[in-house]
C-alpha cells in the first residue's frame, strides 16, 4: 500500500496530518471514521475491489433537517406501503464496483433497510427499508456518514417519476426478430435454382417474407417516418427523409415485385437496415445518456428552509417560503430568497451570482439577495418576496439559458443530407427519363433501385458513431460533453476566451510560506499589526494567514503604493513590500514575494505559492498557434504583469470585468463572426459560458458543475485543452473521411442501379457491407486519433 | 399437407417465444442496465467467504 495516499480516499497524505489507525494511513479523520465503520461491520472488502474507493463524508450538521418534514419525505418516496418504503437517491459518488458493494450491503450497516440496488449508469440507489426501524432522514445521514453523500435538491422534488424510455430496444428486438428469420427464408432465393421444389413453394417463402417483414417496416422504422416528416414540416432536409423515402419505396416496389411476381423483392435488405441503424441508434443513446447533463439550475437552490415560528424552527419546503417569514441560514447555506438580515452582521459569498468578489459584509438590516452563500455563524432572515420572483430566478431565466436550446447547429450530417436528398431524387428521375425509351418496366425498377440503393443508412450511422466514440474517449480523459454537436463546435473554435480566478488559477487557497532568519511570536504580531492597515491584496491574504495575535497599536503608518507598507511598533521600525522597497536585490525568480525588514535588518520573504495551473505557460504558447486568446477576469490588474510574463505575447488581458460585462464581450467577439469557446469555473461566468459557442467549466470536482456549460473539465486535465481541440479537429476530419467511403459505396451501388442491374442478392450484400465497415473504420480512425499527442 | 409448411410454422412459433421472452425480460427492467448485474453477480461469493472469515475470527 502506498504509505502517502489515503487508504480511504486517495488523497496525497499531508505529513503532519496523518492519522495511523489499524496498521493504515488516512488523511483526515472522517475517512478514518469511515473505515471504521466498514472494519466493525466486517465489510473491509470495499477496498478490495478498487484501491481508495472513498470520498471524505462532509459534515451534515442540520443540512438534512429537512427530511424531518413528512411532506419533503413523501416526495422522495417512489413507493410507501405500511412497513415498505422504498426511495431512489442519486449519489453523485458512485463510480466503481466498490461503490456497488457497499451501498448493497447497506442492510448490513442498518437493520431497517432490506435491501438496496444500484443502478450505475444512472448513479442512483434505491433503498427498500422499514420506516418503523429507520427514517429517510437516517439514512441519508448514514449515508454521508460513509462517504455517500446522496444528492437531493429541488429536481427530486419536483419531477414526477418519469417513465423509462424502452422503445428503442422493443424496437430493437422486432427489427432483429423480423431480420433474422426473413434471412433464414431468402436463402433459396439467393441460390436461384430452377428446380420443381423451388418453383412450388416460391409464393409461401415470399408471402411470409412480406408478413415477417411487416413489423419491422410498421414498427421498428416508425422513428425514421417521424422524423423525416418533422423535418419536412420545419422545412429542413435532415438525413432521416432520405432513409424513410429508401425504405417506405423499398417496401412498395418488394411489394409489387412479389404481388405480381416480379421477383422476390427487397425485405431481406430492407430489415437488415432497420436492425442496423436501430442498433447504431442504441448505441448512441447508450453513449449519450451516460454523460447525462439533466440537472438545471434548480439543483442548486436549496430543498428546504428552515423557518422562526416563535420559538420553534421548523423545515418547510422553499417553495412555501412567503413574503414576511423569518428564516435561518446556517454557515455555508445558500439565501434562497431576497430578505433583510435581521441578526449580528455577517459576510455573504455572492460569488455565485455575480462574480469573483471577496465576501460582502453585511450588517443588520442590510438587504441580502437570493443565490448568496452565507458565510459567517447563523443569521435570521425577514423574507422580501417568494421564491419565484427572486433575483436569482430572473438572472437565471435570461434569454440567453434560453436561446441555447433552440439554436439550431448545422451539423455535418444536416449540411451534407441538405444536398444529398436532392441529387438523389435527380439521379432518379434523370434515370428514370433515360430509361422510359428503352423500357418503361425497367424505368420503373431503376427509379426505385436508385432510391434504394442509395439509402445513406451508412452515411447516417458514421457521425453518431464517430461521435460517441469521441464522446467516450474524451470522458474518460475527463472532459465531459453536454453532447455531440460540442465536438463539431469545438472543432470550428478559433477565439478562446479563459476566465482567471478559478480557471487558469487553482482554486484551493494558495499556501504562504516563510522563507528567511528566524521570526519569534512577537516579531510575528508586529507584522501582523501592521498588515491589519493595508488594504493590499497580498497584505490581507498574509494578515489571514499568520496566526491569531495580541495586535499592538501602530506608529507612523505609511502605506506607499506598489511598493509597500512601513510603520512603528513598540520602537520597532518595520517595512514590509517589494524586494527594493526593504532594501534587497530585486527578486529573480517569478514569484509573489513579501519582504520583511525590521529595524532596517532583512529579515526574510514571504513566498506566495504561484497560484497558477500547472503547464499553464506551455498551454498558452501551444494553443496561442492556431487560436486567438484573451483572458476576462473579474479581479483587479494586479496580476496584469505576472500574466504577460506567463502567457504569450498578444494574450489580451481584461480586467475588472463583471458577469454581464463577459457576457457582453462574448456576444462582441461573436459579432466579428468568431467562433469563442469559453473556459471558466462554473456559475459566476454561467452568463459568459452559455453565450460562447463552447463553454468548458474547469471543475476541481466533477460532480459540481453549471448546467450553464457544454462541457465539464476536470482541472487536472488543463494542460491537456489542446489535445482535446486537436482531437475534436480530427474527428471532424474522421468523420469527412467516412462520407468520402460511404459516398463511395453508394456510387458503386447507383451504377448497378442505374444500369437496372440491381439483384436483390446485390443489394442484400452492398449494404450491411457497407454499413459494417464504416463503422469499423470510423471506430479505428478515432481510437488512431486519441493516441496521437 | 406438405411437411415443410408445418415445419416453418414449427420454426416461426419457436422464434416468436423468443421474441415474447426478450420483450418480457425488457418489461422486467433487465435491460435497463447493464454494468451492475456483471459486478454484483462476482459479490456474492466474496461476501460468502467474508462471512466465513468473520466467523472464524
Known amino acids: 500500500m502506498n504509505t502517502h495516499n489515503c487508504f480511504h480516499c486517495g488523497l496525497v497524505i499531508e505529513k503532519k496530518e496523518e492519522i495511523v489507525f489499524d496498521q493504515r494511513s488516512f488523511c483526515c479523520n472522517g475517512c478514518k471514521t469511515v473505515y471504521e465503520i466498514f472494519s466493525l461491520n466486517g465489510l473491509t472488502d470495499y477496498y478490495n475491489f478498487e484501491k481508495a474507493p472513498g470520498a471524505t463524508p462532509q459534515d451534515s450538521k442540520g443540512k438534512y433537517d429537512f427530511l424531518d418534514n413528512e411532506a419533503i419525505v413523501n416526495r422522495l418516496l417512489d413507493f410507501k406501503e405500511d412497513n415498505t418504503h422504498i426511495t431512489s437517491l442519486y449519489i453523485p459518488h458512485i463510480h466503481c464496483s466498490s461503490c456497488i458493494w457497499i451501498l448493497e450491503n447497506l442492510h448490513r450497516l442498518c437493520s431497517g433497510i432490506s435491501s438496496s440496488q444500484v443502478n450505475f449508469h444512472e448513479k442512483k440507489v434505491r433503498i427498500i427499508f422499514n420506516p418503523d426501524t429507520v427514517s429517510l432522514k437516517q439514512i441519508v445521514l448514514l449515508l454521508n456518514s460513509i462517504g455517500y453523500e446522496p444528492y437531493i435538491s429541488l429536481d427530486n422534488y419536483d419531477t414526477k417519476k418519469k417513465q423509462v424510455d424502452r422503445s428503442l430496444i422493443y424496437k430493437l428486438g422486432v427489427a432483429f426478430f423480423c431480420f433474422g428469420n426473413i434471412m433464414l427464408l431468402s436463402f433459396p432465393e439467393y441460390f436461384e435454382v430452377d428446380d420443381v421444389w423451388l418453383n412450388k413453394y416460391r409464393g409461401f417463402f415470399r408471402w411470409l417474407v412480406f408478413a415477417l417483414a411487416m413489423p419491422s417496416f410498421l414498427y421498428s422504422a416508425s422513428g425514421y417516418y417521424v422524423s423525416a416528416f418533422k423535418s419536412i414540416r420545419a422545412g429542413m432536409l435532415n438525413i432521416d427523409i432520405p432513409i424513410a423515402l429508401g425504405i417506405v419505396v423499398m417496401f412498395i416496389r418488394s411489394t409489387i415485385d412479389i404481388v405480381f411476381d416480379y421477383g422476390s423483392g427487397f425485405f431481406d435488405s430492407l430489415t437488415g437496415l432497420v436492425f442496423f441503424m436501430l442498433l447504431g441508434r442504441l448505441f448512441q443513446q447508450k453513449t449519450y445518456n451516460f454523460l447525462s447533463f439533466e440537472r438545471d439550475f434548480k439543483s442548486y437552490f436549496p430543498i428546504a428552509v428552515t423557518k422562526i415560528f416563535g420559538n420553534e424552527e421548523v423545515a418547510i419546503p422553499v417553495y412555501d417560503v412567503v413574503a414576511g417569514d423569518r428564516l435561518l441560514i446556517r454557515n455555508s447555506e445558500l439565501i434562497p430568497v431576497d430578505g433583510i438580515l435581521m441578526s449580528a452582521a455577517t459576510s455573504i459569498d455572492y460569488s455565485f451570482v455575480t462574480g469573483e468578489a471577496e465576501p460582502i459584509i453585511k450588517k443588520s438590516g442590510d438587504k441580502i439577495y437570493a443565490g448568496g452563500r452565507q458565510m459567517g455563524p447563523v443569521i435570521e432572515m425577514q423574507v422580501l418576496s417568494s421564491v419565484s420572483q427572486s433575483y436569482l430566478t430572473q438572472l437565471w431565466s435570461n434569454e440567453v439559458f434560453a436561446k441555447k436550446d433552440n439554436r439550431t447547429y448545422k451539423t455535418l450530417t444536416d449540411t451534407i443530407s441538405r444536398y444529398f436528398t436532392p441529387v438523389l431524387l435527380l439521379i432518379a428521375v434523370v434515370s428514370f427519363n433515360i430509361w422510359i425509351f428503352i423500357d418503361a418496366t425497367t424505368a420503373f425498377n431503376v427509379f426505385t433501385a436508385v432510391l434504394i440503393v442509395a439509402c445513406p443508412c451508412a452515411l447516417a450511422l458514421s457521425a453518431p458513431f464517430t461521435l460517441g466514440n469521441v464522446l467516450r474517449i474524451m470522458g474518460k480523459r475527463k472532459l465531459y460533453l453536454k453532447n455531440a454537436t460540442v465536438i463539431e463546435q469545438m472543432a470550428k473554435v478559433d477565439t478562446i476566451v479563459f476566465d482567471k480566478t478559478g480557471t487558469i488559477t487553482t482554486n484551493k487557497k494558495s499556501e504562504i510560506i516563510y522563507d528567511g532568519e528566524y521570526i519569534d511570536n512577537k516579531e510575528r504580531a508586529f507584522i501582523k499589526s501592521l498588515l491589519r492597515g493595508s488594504n493590499h491584496p497580498l497584505s490581507r491574504r498574509l494578515y489571514e494567514f499568520l496566526p491569531a495575535a495580541q495586535l499592538l497599536p501602530v506608529d507612523d503608518f505609511k502605506e506607499i503604493t506598489g511598493k509597500g507598507i512601513q510603520g512603528t511598533i513598540d520602537g520597532f521600525y518595520i517595512k514590509i513590500g517589494s524586494a527594493a522597497f526593504v532594501g534587497e536585490d530585486p527578486d529573480t525568480v517569478q514569484q509573489t514575494n513579501v519582504h520583511i525588514s525590521i529595524n532596517r535588518n532583512y529579515q526574510g520573504k514571504y513566498v506566495f505559492d504561484n497560484q497558477y495551473r500547472d503547464g499553464l505557460s506551455e498551454l498558452f504558447a501551444q494553443l496561442g498557434k492556431g487560436y486567438e486568446l484573451k483572458i476576462l477576469s473579474g479581479d483587479n490588474e494586479g496580476e496584469r504583469e505576472v500574466l504577460q510574463s506567463l502567457l504569450p505575447k498578444g494574450t489580451e488581458l481584461i480586467f475588472n470585468q463583471k458577469p454581464e460585462q463577459k457576457l457582453a464581450y462574448i456576444e462582441h467577439l461573436q459579432q466579428q463572426g468568431k467562433n469563442v469557446m469559453m473556459v471558466g469555473d462554473g456559475l459566476n461566468d454561467a452568463g459568459a459560458l452559455a453565450q460562447s459557442n463552447v463553454g468548458i467549466s474547469i471543475s476541481e470536482n466533477v460532480n459540481v458543475f453549471s448546467p450553464a456549460c457544454d462541457g465539464i473539465l476536470d482541472a487536472s486535465q488543463f494542460k491537456k485543452l489542446g489535445w482535446f481541440l486537436k482531437f475534436s479537429k480530427n474527428t471532424i476530419k474522421t468523420i469527412k473521411m467516412s462520407f468520402t467511403l460511404s459516398l463511395l459505396y453508394n456510387i458503386v451501388g447507383l451504377s448497378f442501379a442505374v444500369t437496372g442491374n440491381l439483384e436483390p442478392l446485390t443489394a442484400a450484400i452492398i449494404m450491411p457491407l457497407s454499413t459494417i465497415t464504416i463503422v469499423s473504420f470510423v471506430t479505428l480512425m478515432s481510437n488512431y486519433f486519441a493516441r496521437l499527442r | ?57
Open chain 2, 1 to 57: 399437407m406438405s411437411v415443410i409448411y408445418l415445419l416453418i410454422t414449427i420454426s416461426i412459433i419457436v422464434a416468436l417465444l423468443f421474441l415474447y421472452a426478450f420483450i418480457k425480460a425488457v418489461r422486467q427492467g433487465q435491460f435497463d442496465d447493464y454494468y451492475t448485474p456483471s459486478v454484483r453477480m462476482l459479490f456474492d461469493d466474496e461476501t460468502k467467504q467474508n462471512d466465513n472469515k468473520t466467523n472464524k475470527d
